[in-house]
């Protein structure tokens, strides 16, 4: 029985947990928050609450585990480089540095050429006016760390968006490192993920088509709307992405699809389409977590058997219809009222097959809490039907 160690344990270490237990390994876990959902999977002693920076206590973790692998980008991989050199850390850390920082991701797509929106590495704030008339207006400024759920991004339009953005980040404290990005007219937003194991398997899963509202995921619609065509482009450029990375474990590749050439990027094109990568996530998605209702192999059990050394199987849609999955964020909570969200709405809303809520313990505006899943003959009746349930538990007062 392997012990696997994962480092986070939020709503994607703990699903993870959940099918490593299921393939027959144990784990534990890293996470200074002593309330994080994953901490009710693991046995007595197998949560690690310690600082990111404690070395001793990471060397103890790493100690008592088979190999290890992360629910987020957000650890400082500098200090792991040691550790990888004891015990497996799959993607490994080398992946991990290069995606956790935009600029490194942004010039590894453009050293390996890969399809990707014009970028500039923006290094000094002083630069950044001169930088932006050379570029052009519009286009975006994103920080090269903690960008995760849009975090971090400025919209600049025009001098005015500029000036403000100078202004939000003036007081920051030390160096500030970011990429200037050329906006592209983006027609929709996809992912795809890509298992990858050591022993040379390789799975790609289906398209996910996902709806942004702040930023934020909103939707997932499971299989994406796009051409057949497109599709199989998406797929071979997020495995050719993976393969170059050389990940083991997962690698979600997250792309910007439109319908017009950019002002000065070339993206992969297919039939009328351009597709751009916009970034990778070495680990579990949010979009992924349909697969876990919607797939013969959901990602948690890929990534679960990649870590345990079981042999990967060709992840296959188990129905004809579409499926569609949508978060439930604090702010259902904080309308409700309530401190344990009420579901009973979910007896006039059939189309409603799977709710998973993550155990956290403070609703907060624009905190992920859970997800849900609905399934239909039609995309735009999955999302309907999530967009009514949703709406249903935000309205709720108790009566049916």
Known sequence: MKHIGVLGGGQLGMLLTESIYRHGGTVSIYDPDTLAPASKMVSAGHHFTKKWTDIQALGEFFSGVDATT????????????????????????????????????????????????????????????KTVSEFGYPCILKSCRGGYDGKGQFF????????????????????????????????????????????????????FENIHKNQILDFTIFPARIPAAVETKVREIALDAARKLGVFGLLTTEFFITKTK?????????????????????RPHN?????????????????????????????KIIAPGTFCMGNLLGDVWLAQGRNDLNLSTMANHPNVIDVV?????????????????????????????????????IEFSGKL
Not at 263 to 270: D, T
Not at 294 to 310: E, G, N, Y
Request: glycine share 4%; aromatic share 10%; proline share 4%.
């Open 70 to 129: 992360y629910e987020f980008e957000n650890v400082e991989s500098t200090e792991l480089y040691q550790f990888e050199k004891i015990k497996p850390i799959h993607p490994s850390v080398s992946v991990l540095y290069t995606t956790q920082d935009r600029a490194r991701e942004k010039s590894f797509l453009r050293e390996n050429k890969l399809p990707h929106a014009t970028f500039r590495s923006i290094t000094d704030l002083s630069t950044l006016s």
């Open 287 to 315: 979009s992924g977590h349909v697969t876990r209702i919607a797939c013969t192999l959901s990602q948690f059990d890929a990534l679960a058997r990649v870590m345990l050394d079981i042999p990967l199987s060709e992840p």
């Open 357 to 393: 809520l993550y155990g956290k313990h403070e609703a907060r505006a624009g905190r992920k809490m859970g997800h849900f899943v609905t399934y239909a003959e039609n995309a735009d009746s999955a999302l309907h039907s999530a967009k009514e349930f949703r709406k249903s538990l």
């Open 262 to 282: 950019a002002r000065h990027a070339q993206g992969a094109e297919c039939d009328d389409w351009q597709i751009y990568i916009n970034e990778f996530a070495p």
């Open 156 to 207: 600049l339009a025009d001098e005015k968006d500029l000036n403000n953005a100078l202004a939000a980040l003036k007081n920051i404290k030390g160096d500030y490192f970011g990429v200037l990005e050329e906006v592209l007219n983006i027609e929709l937003e996809v992912s795809c993920i890509v298992a990858r194991s050591p022993q040379g398997q390789e799975v790609i899963f289906p398209v």
